[in-house]
């Protein structure tokens, strides 16, 4: 099988899978430097709020690896520009910022300049392989949530392409699934990039699973039909209060849920959690991402179009938050205090 690992440090570079060619096309872009790194997270070519997180400690490694500066000041004061340029691609994206930032504080403990390259990649490498066990640890507490013979509803896509790990909702799908729980899944196709229908589709195929494809529109006639028990999504940011960023889409399919007593979860590990904002911002994207799709265009020139890239989902839609920490529960206030005091 193909190598689908969203990103990795391979070669003394970052090597990251362009997942705008997917499926069709598997190419690896190898940046060399974090101008290019920011410009694959910008395009799109890495995407998925923790495989970002990924990506983002090792572009401040890289950051470190290059910056010929021979003072410990100079170097911090160049690698910081580096780590805002970073956290200039994707405001929405809590787990970039998180990453970013923790691998900048981890290399300011070097005695050294090169010392501080030390760190700075030790850090990057941690994050990545706790990526991969939380992952793991929340696909656990999702999976018991999942019966035998379920049909489930998933949006945009959260699994390996999205994590570097092993998934968050697409994660509790798959674990459900290899715990041999008999399910199918319906995927939304997810415009206007088909995240969806180009990534998830791709992963569930490759995991044996069951699925059917959807386009946005239809997914409420799918509830009133009662062909799904549940919808399981993942989150770019998630606030104290539970406030959640996800996909735009992902509000819609909450409310449909609501409106149909259908279950509605968010799966995200508690990096994705913001503790200190009371506002998520929201990116807004290219006009042409909707009136055009690789080239192939879909509506007149001269139409403007309304692209925001996340929407955001109030806690009162929200049945549980799915975490390395177990099942969160309303108030989110109070459950997520506790597993961040658990977290320790």
């Not at 956290?87 to 010392?115: C, H, I, M, Y």
């Not at 945009?156 to 994590?163: D, S, V």
């Not at 449909?256 to 913001?274: C, I, M, N, R």
Request: charged share 25%; net charge neutral; with cysteine.
């Amino acid at each position: 099988m193909a190598d689908l690992s969203p990103v990795k440090w391979e070669e003394e570079c970052v090597s990251i899978l362009d997942q705008r060619l997917l499926p069709f096309k598997i190419e690896r872009i190898r940046c060399e430097t974090v101008e290019q790194v920011a410009y694959a997270i910008k395009t799109l070519a890495v995407r998925g709020a923790p495989a970002l997180g990924v990506t983002a400690g090792y572009a401040v490694a890289l950051a470190a690896k290059k910056c010929e500066a021979q003072s410990k000041e100079l170097f911090l004061k160049k690698v910081e520009r580096y780590v805002d340029l970073i956290k200039s691609t994707r405001p929405t994206a809590r787990n970039l910022f998180w990453a970013a930032d923790r691998v900048f504080q981890a290399l300011k403990t070097g005695e050294s300049v090169e010392e501080m390259r030390k760190k700075a990649l030790a850090e990057a490498f941690l994050i990545h392989k706790e990526e991969i066990e939380v992952d793991r640890r929340l696909s656990e507490y999702g999976a018991e949530l999942i019966e035998d013979g379920d049909s489930i509803l998933t949006h945009c896509n959260t699994g390996e392409l999205a994590t570097a790990g092993y998934g968050t909702a697409l994660g509790v799908i798959k674990m459900a699934w290899e715990k041999g729980k008999r399910i199918t899944v319906y995927a939304t196709e997810t415009r206007p990039l088909l995240q969806g229908a180009r990534l998830t589709t791709l992963e569930l195929i490759n995991a044996g699973i069951p699925t059917k494809l959807i386009a946005d529109s239809s997914a409420g006639y799918l509830m009133k039909l009662k062909k799904v028990n549940m919808v399981i999504v993942g989150a770019d940011r998630i606030l104290k209060d539970g406030t959640t960023a996800n996909k735009i889409g992902t509000y819609t399919l909450a409310v449909l849920a609501k409106e149909h007593g259908l279950p509605f979860y968010v799966a995200a590990p508690l990096s994705t959690f913001d503790l200190e904002r009371d506002e998520i911002p929201i990116e807004q994207r290219s006009q042409e991402e909707v009136k055009s799709f690789q080239s192939c265009k879909s509506a007149p020139d001269e139409v403007e179009a309304w692209n925001p890239a996340f929407d955001i989902t109030p806690p009162n839609l929200i049945t549980g938050i799915i975490t390395e920490k177990g099942v969160l529960h309303q108030p989110y206030v109070k459950s997520v205090k506790k597993a961040f005091e658990r977290l320790g």
